[in-house]
């Protein structure tokens, strides 16, 4: 699962980042609001929004973003407590109001009930040739048989099986596996298809050459 959280407090933003970097989440961080306008929705499965943020506003970030993805699982995070002021969070199209100061554990439960929601909401099963890909379990299965695989294997799949007739380019598939600023080996991504290739076999995954990848009709 790959999180983008938008922080401006230097602070919070490192540890919160720290802390779901532990639980096993990919994060990004920006501290800017006005960074948001270059991100790119559709590489991310949860935003942590702060509303007080330098550039753009919190609220005008929620509404941009909800445009563009509306199915995006969104929790604001903030030091605006009022009853007045959760009510206009919810209603901007949050799903979720976090006031600070709060427990990480409490931000890592909530993004855990927000993952559940929004998988029981997208729980339809993938099915491509004679492979299954449950996104609410995570299993992968080949002919009735369970596929093991790593988690950033499954993720190259689950990108794939979703848009099955679309080439995703190595930098698309890159930026849904790994975080910014994280060192990234040049053939990582070549390394999981060749490993999705030897599971699931050479006839399923198509490499377009100059293009990307795609699943084989």
């Known amino acids: 699962m790959k999180i983008l959280l938008i922080e401006d407090d230097l602070s919070l933003g490192e540890t919160i980042q720290k802390w779901l970097e532990l639980d096993g989440y990919i994060v990004d961080w920006l501290s800017n609001g006005a960074d948001a306008k270059n ?69 890592s439960a909530r993004i855990r009930a927000i993952s559940r929601r929004t998988s029981q909401q997208t729980s339809a099963i993938f099915t491509h040739a004679d492979v299954t890909l449950d996104p609410a379990t995570k299993i992968v299965q080949k002919s009735e048989e369970s596929v093991s695989l790593t988690a950033k294997e499954y993720a190259v799949l689950h990108t794939l099986m979703q848009h099955p007739t679309r080439t995703f380019t190595r930098e698309e598939l890159e930026d849904k596996l790994y975080a910014w600023g994280n060192e990234v080996e040049s053939n990582a991504v070549e390394v999981h298809i060749h490993h999705l290739r030897k599971k699931l076999g050479n006839t399923f995954i198509r490499t377009r050459r100059g293009l990307g990848y795609t699943l084989i009709q």
Request: net charge negative; with cysteine; hydrophobic share 40%.
């Open 39 to 107: 991100v790119t929705v559709d590489t991310y499965d949860c935003l942590l929004l702060d509303r007080g943020l330098p550039g753009l506003s919190g609220d005008m970030i929620l509404k941009l973003f909800r445009g563009q993805k509306k199915s995006l699982p969104i929790i604001m995070i903030t030091a605006r407590d009022s009853i007045a002021d959760r009510i206009e969070g919810l209603d901007l199209g949050a799903d979720d109001y976090l006031v600070k100061p709060f427990d990480l554990e409490e931000l």
